[in-house]
């Protein structure tokens, strides 16, 4: 009677932490958002930064340097990838996009034509919750779910990028995707580009970017946008004659990793 009650007790214990686990959920969350300015000076985006800097999470490149980071969103597909990766060709010019399950499992021969024109996918989980409001556990099947979609017709086989839903965050948000061996990558440029019943022309999308554009942006783009797909081989080769450069994410990380003499060797 008392080893049944002794192995009840200890059930009810291991029940009562593997519930607790499952329960972790993150507090309250941030929305992300930057004070945009007319200098062409990277915007400020207040409490937001040491909380980044504790977590080696980006949204610019600091470095002073006129580099410049091209990132895309992808939810769904709209027809404009394709000519958005022909334009990238062109023009040599390296980005990366973030991609949900959904997009994967729709459209895989783009997701694999991303990898093969050697542009890198980043993760943007795969069902596109607010990572504020889910738990520990879920946060961590909605990353490796969607890791493991890519790997299955890309030849990337792991995702080190992330950029949250939604472009929700908090503190327990950034951790958890630390432990996970994830980055957290926000943008210090964008606009409202992905209504795609409230597109403006190729020329409101130059000129969002061009007003906004200053050293070391990470740009925000949807492909579903048509003004996006219309405007960007204008953007690429405006910031060309500006003095850009356009870089990958992995080429940021390795600047702050090594000191800057040997980086520019």
Do not use: C
Not at 152 to 162: A, G, I, N, P, R
């Amino acid at each position: 009677m008392r080893k049944n009650m002794l192995l009840t007790s200890w059930m009810i214990i291991f029940l009562f932490i593997s519930m607790s686990y499952e329960q972790i959920q993150a507090s309250s969350g941030f929305g992300w958002g930057y004070k945009k300015n007319a200098n062409h000076e990277v915007p400020e985006v207040g409490k937001y930064k040491a909380l980044l800097e504790k977590y080696g999470a980006y949204y610019v490149d600091h470095s002073g340097e006129k580099n410049v980071y091209l990132t895309f969103d992808n939810g769904y597909e709209q027809g404009y990838t394709d000519n958005v990766l022909t334009v990238l060709e062109k023009q040599s010019v390296p980005a990366t996009f973030f991609v949900t399950g959904h997009y994967v499992k729709s459209e895989p021969d783009l997701v694999k034509k991303m990898v093969d024109n050697g542009h890198m996918i980043g993760n943007h989980s795969y069902h596109h919750p607010d990572f504020t409001t889910i738990s520990q556990r879920s946060m961590k099947e909605e990353l490796e779910s969607l890791e493991a979609a890519v790997a299955d017709v890309s030849d990337q086989k792991e995702l080190k990028f992330m950029r949250p839903p939604k472009g929700t965050f908090n503190e327990e948000t950034l951790k958890w995707s630390n432990e996970l061996g994830y980055t957290h990558v926000f943008w210090s440029l964008a606009f409202s580009d992905w209504n795609t019943d409230k597109q403006k022309g190729g020329q409101y999308a130059f000129d969002q970017v061009i007003k906004q554009i200053h050293p070391g942006a990470i740009i925000l783009l949807h492909t579903v946008s048509e003004d996006n797909a219309e405007a960007l081989e204008d953007i690429i080769v405006e910031l060309k004659e500006q003095g850009y450069h356009f870089k990958s994410l992995d080429d940021l990380i390795l600047q702050d990793q090594l000191p800057k003499g040997i980086y520019h060797l």
